[in-house]
């Protein structure tokens, strides 16, 4: 079956984001409210999912996330600095190969709109189309964000992939019928995570196009 569009998750599959950046946001975020915490639990909040972030931001922190912790967190999050702790994979220039070969290339991401524009502006690359949680889409593992970006592309599940690094975006891919590609960085560890193919460079993906 020939792969008509590719799409992607942003963080953690096509821009790495330092360890530094976390740390600081999210520790001066907590300073806000008098709190430390350890390293680990920062990049547990950063990496797992939704319900875990809200879990460890109501249980372990005792912050309510929509009053108290995301407004915080706001405030330190800035573009500014967000860029100069980030930067595009190496393995990136696959994009062009895709273009090259007539394969769409969409993105289907959770961050916020300034993040989305700094870190697709690190990959010089014309994306087909660009779906956004924040333009009322469901969140992940919800197939909603997934099926808009085929619908925009034009395309069908059975001629699409989806590269992620984490959990959700693998259930996202089964939870839309499209095969789910893991893209290990080794930044975290994430335990089993069902996929269809796992790679450790987005080269692999050579192969299927």
Known sequence: MKIEAAIFDLDGTL????????????????KTFGITTLNKI????????????KKIITDLWHLDPQS???????VYDTSDLREQHTEA???????????????????????????????????????????RAQDGVK??????????????????PDRTYYVGNNKEDMEMARNARVCGIRIDREE????????DLTIDSLEELRVLV
């Open 89 to 131: 994979y190496n393995d990136v220039g696959i994009l062009f190969l895709l273009k090259e070969r007539g394969i769409k290339t969409g993105i289907v991401t959770s961050a916020p709109s300034h993040i989305i524009t700094l870190e697709l502006s690190l990959l010089n690359h014309r994306f087909d189309a660009v779906v």
């Open 42 to 53: 920062i990049d547990d909040f950063w990496f797992e999912g939704e319900k875990d972030r």
């Open 139 to 156: 969140q992940k593992p919800d197939s909603d964000g997934l099926m808009q970006c085929m619908d925009n592309l034009g395309v069908s």
């Open 188 to 195: 975290y560890n994430y335990g089993k995570i069902e996929a």
């Open 68 to 74: 108290q912790f995301w407004p915080a967190y706001r």
């Open 15 to 30: 821009v790495h984001t330092k360890p530094a950046y976390r740390y600081l946001v999210v520790g001066n975020t907590l």
